[in-house]
C-alpha cells in the first residue's frame, strides 16, 4: 500500500481513504477477509480510473464559459445618471447611486466589463497616415483570422469575415459593401465601408469579380491577409438603440435577394429585434433581443418589405384568385381596400350584441330577462378604420409597471366568442380592482335604473356634441337612441388606479391604443370549427345573435364568428398584445388571470412613443 501511495499519480481522496482505513484496522468490527477486500478495492486501477474521469467531468463544468448579457453597460450607466439625477437632492438612495455611479474605478470597471464583452481586445494594427506625397497611393495590409462569418459578393457563399463586397459601378474595383456589426471585420476596427480591395493573401484582384474573391476567401486556411486602398471617409460603426417588434415571420434562405443568405437573420412575428444599423436603406442589420450571439444579421428594411408586400398583392389582384384570397386562405394575404362583412348583416353595417348581467354565452339559461343594446358601425362611413395598415416592424421601448396606475386590459374578439364572460369571471374576482366604465345614452332611464351606475343618462343633443369632438372611444345608435364609453370614464378609472376592462368593438382599437392610456391589447379567438361548436354545444351556449337570447348557436352563425375573426386579425394583429384562444373556457380564463398579473408587474415592449 505504501508503494501505491507513493505513486505521485495517485488520486489524493483515495490515498486519505487508506490511510484512515489503515489507522481503524484494529478498532472496526472486520475480517482480514473483510479488510482485504475493501483495500483492494480502493488500490485497484478500475477505481482510480473511474475517479479521474469523474475529476475531470466536475472540473469541464466548473470551466464553462461565461457570455455577456450586454455590451454597453457604460451606456446603461449614463442613462441611469440621467434618471435619477433630478432626484438626487432629494432622495438619499438615488444620491448615493448617483455618486457610486460617478467613482473612477466603477466607470473603469464599466469600460473594461464593454471591452471583453465586445471583444474590443484583439490586437489593432496602427492607422497608416493619409498625409503622403501626391504621386502616391496609401495601402493599408490587414490580417484576420478566419471564422465562420459571412463575406459575400452576390451567391452562395461560404462564410468568412463578417462584411460583404462588391464591384464598383464606376471604377470596376472590388470595394467593401458592407461591415456586418460584431464580425471579426468590425472587431478589426480596420476595414471600411468603401476600402478598394488589392490583393487577398498576395493574388491581385484587379480585374477579378466578386465571386473571383470569394474563391480565393474560401481555398484560404487560418488567417486572411487583405491589401487595401482606405476610403476616403472612414466613419466607424456606431449601434444605434432603436428596437422594433417585427409584424410578419421571415426566413432568409428563402430571400431571392438578400445579398448574402448566410448574412441573414431568421425572426418570427412579435419578436423584438435590435436595429444595430440602418445605414443601407434596403438591408438593416440586427440582432434579436436578448440573444448572446453580438454579430448581427441582415434583414429586409422597412421600405424594402412594404413594397414587397405591396407588389405580391398586386399580383394576387391581377391573377384574380379573389375567391381564395377572400377566404382568407392565402397564408392570411387579402387584397389592399378589400372589405368584408359578416354574410347576413345588412349592406354597410357590423352590429355587436352588448348584453348587461347575464352576459355568459356558456350559460343554460338565465334567471332573469337580459337587457339587450345594439351599436350599429357604419362601415361606410368608417372606411379608414378597416383600411389596412401595412404592418411591417414598430419602434418599441420598455414600459415598466407604474404603481397605481394600471394599464387597461382591452379583449377584442369577433361578437360571439366569449369576451363577455371572460370579462364577467375576471371582475368577480376582484370588483374593488377590476372595473368597466359606465355606458352613456341618449334614452330616458327606465324603471330601477340608476344614473351613474346603469348608464350615464344625457341628451342626445349633448351626446351628439360630444361624439362630435371625439369624446367616444365607440358609439352607435339602437332604435333611435345613441349609445357610447367615453374615454374620459376610461381615463376616470384608470386615474382612480383601478384595472380597466373593456371588450369594444374592433374598430375602437385605434382610438384607445394612444400613449395616454398605453392599454394592453388581448384578442380573444375562436378554436376551429368542429371545436368551437362541440366546445358551445356541450355548455349550451346561447345564441349572442338572438336578442332573445333564447337559443344556441346555429352552424352560420358559427362559420359567421370565425369569418370575423379572420377579418380582424387581417385588419388588426399587428396591434395584439396577447392571443388567447377560448376553447375551453376556463383554460382561457386561467391564460387571462396570467396575462393581468403580468401586465402588472413585469415591464413590457411597448410603442416607443409612449415612454418618450
Known sequence: MTAVMANGNWDPALSRLLVSLEEARQVLPSSEEE???????????????????????????????????????????LDVLDVIAPKATSNEDCKNLFILLQKPHIQGLLCAHDAVAQKDYF?????????????????????????????????SVEPIVGATIKTDEQTGKIVIARIMHGGAADRSGL??????????????????????????????????????????????????????????????????????????????????????????AYWWQARREGDRNMRAGLI????????????????????????KIMRGEDNGVWTLGLHLLPTNFPVGLCSVSVLPGCQSPKSPRCASKPKTKKIMYDTAENDDFDREEIATYEEVAKLYPRPGLQRPLVLIGPPGVGRNELKRRLIATDPDKYKTPIPYTSRPPKHGEVNGKDYFFVTREKMEEDIEASKFIEFGEYKGNLYGTSAESVKSLVNAGYVCILNPHYQALKMLRTPQ?????????????????ETR???????TFDETNSRGFTDEEF?????????IEFLYSHLFDEVIVNADLSVAFEQLVRVASKVETEPLW??????Q
Open 300 to 323: 429586409p428594411s422597412r421600405a424594402l418589405q412594404e413594397r414587397r408586400i405591396i407588389h405580391e398583392r398586386t399580383q394576387k389582384e391581377k391573377s384574380g384568385d379573389e375567391s
Open 35 to 77: 479488510f482485504g477486500f475493501l483495500s483492494g478495492l480502493l488500490q485497484s486501477k478500475e477505481l482510480h480510473a473511474l475517479v479521474k474521469v469523474h475529476n475531470k467531468i466536475i472540473n469541464n463544468g466548473k470551466d464553462e464559459k461565461f457570455h455577456p448579457t450586454v455590451s454597453n453597460s457604460m451606456q446603461i450607466a
Open 123 to 155: 490586437p489593432r494594427l496602427p492607422e497608416i497616415p493619409l498625409e503622403v506625397d501626391e504621386d502616391e497611393e496609401t495601402i493599408k495590409i490587414v490580417q484576420l483570422v478566419k471564422s465562420s462569418e459571412p463575406l459575400s459578393g452576390a451567391q
Open 191 to 280: 476595414i471600411h465601408v468603401g476600402d478598394e480591395v488589392c490583393e487577398v493573401n498576395g493574388i491581385n484582384v484587379e480585374g477579378k469579380t466578386p465571386n473571383d474573391v470569394l474563391k480565393i476567401l474560401q481555398a484560404s486556411e487560418g488567417t486572411i491577409t487583405f491589401k487595401l486602398v482606405p476610403a476616403d471617409s472612414k466613419s466607424g460603426l456606431r449601434e444605434s438603440k432603436v428596437r422594433v417588434r417585427a409584424h410578419f415571420d421571415y426566413t432568409s434562405s428563402t430571400d431571392p435577394y438578400i445579398p448574402c443568405k448566410e448574412a441573414g437573420l431568421d425572426f418570427k412575428k412579435g419578436d423584438i429585434l435590435h436595429i444595430v444599423s440602418q445605414d443601407d
Open 537 to 543: 354545444n356541450a355548455a349550451y351556449a346561447r345564441s
Open 517 to 533: 392610456l398605453k392599454p394592453y391589447i388581448i384578442y380573444i379567438k375562436p378554436p376551429t370549427f368542429d371545436v368551437l361548436k
Open 559 to 567: 362559420h359567421e364568428i370565425l369569418h370575423s375573426s379572420e377579418r
Open 606 to 611: 411597448v410603442p416607443a412613443s409612449w415612454v
